[in-house]
């Protein structure tokens, strides 16, 4: 009888073991707590993830984990599991979903978030730009606005002024509008308004907010459709990702990729709206323009050919790229009116 009991134990503890067995994923973020990532998009998620693996796979929020464009390196080599990053800090490798910065059909980040994760699972996945990352999803922020120092008339207002720009297309937009680029993180753009180094900054809204820019600029310009956008992608440690149990992994991705693209794309929109409302506060001069407006024809000319300059710089990638730039318009404004009907 004490054998048969002490086996029955045994089998009872080791199918509790197997049962309440987790997994901790480490999530590397350089964002406050107070953004829309880290507020809403990774809390969300790891939601999702806990109830589709029934409780076996949790995340753990890990901040300050250094510059975006480290994140890449960080989950690659299995300091971190799961990051996100702004694919235009590292030039020359993520070259394919830069098609999404262009202004283009919309402004809506969730439309253009969705349209380009189905982009890059049609188009782009094939090509290996991520070879080394598990892609678990791809967003924009809300449309790129202009930030200044001083009232903004006429385009030709900016020539020669020192503008805040990042990577990716907005660098080829700083050319085109005439203004001297300022490379720069987001984290260093309030201190260098404020000591007048730069004369305004590309970005979007909720800066406004989170990088308490409505403190240091006199002026919002907005354009209609935005500026430009910044394409992101949300990854994970492939071997990390493999080591989970074909059920788990499965599960994680039932509610990442599309799903987990227009959650991020919603919540960095949204995050916009804030950001204009901590500007009023502080009676920033907010000027909205209308697609009849002088400066957007203006705005108009300049980014002509943007698109035909994106396809000749991936003419080494194995893809139809007026196809996938087709199918990312089509995309986003299909997505943009079944979720406005």
């Known amino acids: 009888m004490n054998i048969i009991k002490t086996i029955a134990y045994i089998c009872a503890f080791m199918f509790s073991t197997a049962t309440y067995s987790q997994t901790t994923l480490r999530v ?3 964002l406050p707590p107070t953004s829309g990532q880290n507020d809403v998009v ?3 998620w790891g939601k999702w993830v806990e109830e589709a693996t029934e409780g076996r796979v949790k995340i753990e929020l890990e901040y300050g984990s ?3 464009k480290s994140m890449f390196s960080l989950v690659e080599d299995g300091v971190a599991d799961v990051s996100f990053g702004v694919n235009g800090y590292l030039p020359g490798r993520f070259k394919l979903p830069a098609v999404v910065e262009i202004p283009g059909v919309t402004a809506d980040p969730e439309a253009l978030s969705v349209a380009l994760w189905r982009v890059y699972k ?4 094939a090509a290996h730009e991520f070879d080394g990352l598990k892609v678990l999803g791809m967003f924009v922020h ?6 200044t120092t001083f009232e903004v008339n006429d385009l030709s207002d900016l020539h020669n002024k020192k503008i805040r720009t990042g990577g990716g297309v907005v660098n080829d937009l700083a050319t085109r509008l005439g203004v001297v680029p300022v490379f720069a993180p987001v984290t260093k753009v309030y201190e260098m308004m404020q000591q007048g180094v730069i004369d305004g900054v590309f970005l979007p809204a909720q800066e406004l907010k989170y990088s308490r820019l409505n403190e240091v600029v006199s002026d919002v310009t907005l354009f209609p459709s935005g500026m430009y956008t910044t394409a992101f992608t949300i990854f994970m440690n492939p071997d990390v990702f493999e080591d989970l149990s074909e059920k788990d992994r499965n599960a994680i991705m039932s509610v990442s990729g599309e799903k987990l693209s227009a959650l991020a794309g ?5 995050s916009d709206t804030k950001g204009l409302e901590a500007a009023r506060e502080m009676n920033v001069r907010i000027k909205e323009l209308t697609p009849e407006d002088p400066m957007t024809q203006q705005f108009a000319e300049k980014v002509q050919g943007m698109h035909e300059t994106w396809i000749d710089s991936v003419s080494d990638r194995p893809i139809d790229a007026q196809a996938a730039l087709d199918d990312l318009n089509r995309a986003a404004l ?3 009116r079944q979720t406005t009907d």
């Open 28 to 30: 590397a973020t350089w």
């Open 42 to 44: 990774w809390p969300t």
């Open 66 to 68: 250094g510059h975006p």
């Open 122 to 125: 049609q188009h782009f996945e």
């Open 142 to 147: 809300g449309p790129g606005q202009l930030f």
């Open 266 to 270: 919603r919540a960095w929109g949204n």
């Open 334 to 336: 299909e997505y943009q």
